[in-house]
């Protein structure tokens, strides 16, 4: 049986989220030292380890069946109309901007019309040029893109933003909004239809990974309230569908348990909390199906 193939990226920012990820969900990725390839015989998956840009790059042209890497990789690869997004994973978030020199002559967009912008994303670059309806030069670099007006190379730079810091060393600041907001992401190819069985196996790591970023947003919460304050209680938190409700042995009292997002924990129990409910209890998730 030939073995889905999925390319990881094999360091940078999305590494480790997308190894503790493809874990929780059940896949072995161990691989002997610095290995390129890892099998995982039980879930019928072989992994590739690869740079996160190769990855936007080969996924769309069937060289490999699925993979994880980021939006603005594949904007940046014109690789887009070639893959499709399977899901969002939430992680490796980060914005596109364009920037030039803190207190400079440019500062707007429209003031890079006829200047030189670095980057390590030409067409990304260029593609926000004419919808700004400006003329760049673009000057292509494979990295350390903060340093190009320093050094004279140009008189402004596009990159990816993630904290603003080393932007802020170079003497750089963002002009205007985003050219893009970007995050890791599961893609395969548009136009490369698998076996049955690798079919089989991508609706399977889909649906895996779905559960955990569900069981990551989301906990359990279990109480108990007065019938009289049911209506008002599970209004508080009506789950993904509808709570579960059941009878207590306490008359007039019954046992509620539903689904919270798990950013909203606190304020929904002081919410209960007011309306009567009481033994609020949260569990955490490790995984789930919704």
């Known amino acids: 049986m030939l073995m889905l193939r999925v390319a990881v990226p094999n360091k940078g920012s999305l ?69 499709t997004e399977l899901l969002p994973l939430g992680f490796g978030g980060s914005e596109f901007y364009f920037a030039a020199a803190s207190g400079g002559p440019i500062r707007s967009v429209r003031d890079l019309d006829g200047k030189r912008v670095a980057t390590s994303f030409p067409l990304l670059v260029e593609q926000a040029a004419r919808e700004h309806d400006i003329e760049i030069n673009t000057v292509e670099l494979d990295g ?26 170079a003497g750089l600041e963002t002009l205007g909004e985003p050219i893009m907001r ?4 599961l893609v395969r190819g548009a136009d490369n239809p698998l076996t049955p069985e690798r079919e089989q196996a991508v609706r399977v790591l889909l649906q895996r990974l779905r559960g955990v970023l569900d069981a990551r947003s989301y906990v359990v919460m279990d109480y108990n309230c007065p019938q009289s304050a049911l209506e008002t209680a599970t209004a508080i938190t009506p789950g993904k569908e509808s709570p579960t409700v059941s009878s207590l042995t306490e008359p007039g009292w019954v046992a509620v348990r539903s689904m919270v997002p798990r950013d909203d924990v606190q304020s929904v129990m002081d919410r209960l909390a007011e309306v009567g409910a009481t033994e609020i209890l949260v569990t955490r998730l490790e995984a789930c199906r919704l």
């Open 15 to 83: 590494h480790g989220p997308t190894t503790q990820l493809l874990d929780e969900a059940g896949y072995r990725l161990h691989r002997e030292h610095r290995a390129l390839f890892a099998e995982d015989r039980a879930n019928n998956v072989r992994f590739i380890f690869w740079r996160a840009s190769d990855i936007a790059r080969n996924v769309g042209a069937g060289i490999l069946d699925v993979g994880i890497t980021g939006q603005d990789l594949l904007a940046g690869a014109g690789t887009a109309a070639h893959t």
């Open 182 to 185: 970007s995050q890791a992401v």
């Open 144 to 169: 350390a893109v903060e340093t190009a007006v320093e050094l004279g190379l140009a008189d402004a730079i596009a990159d990816v933003v993630e904290t603003g810091s080393s932007l802020r060393a």
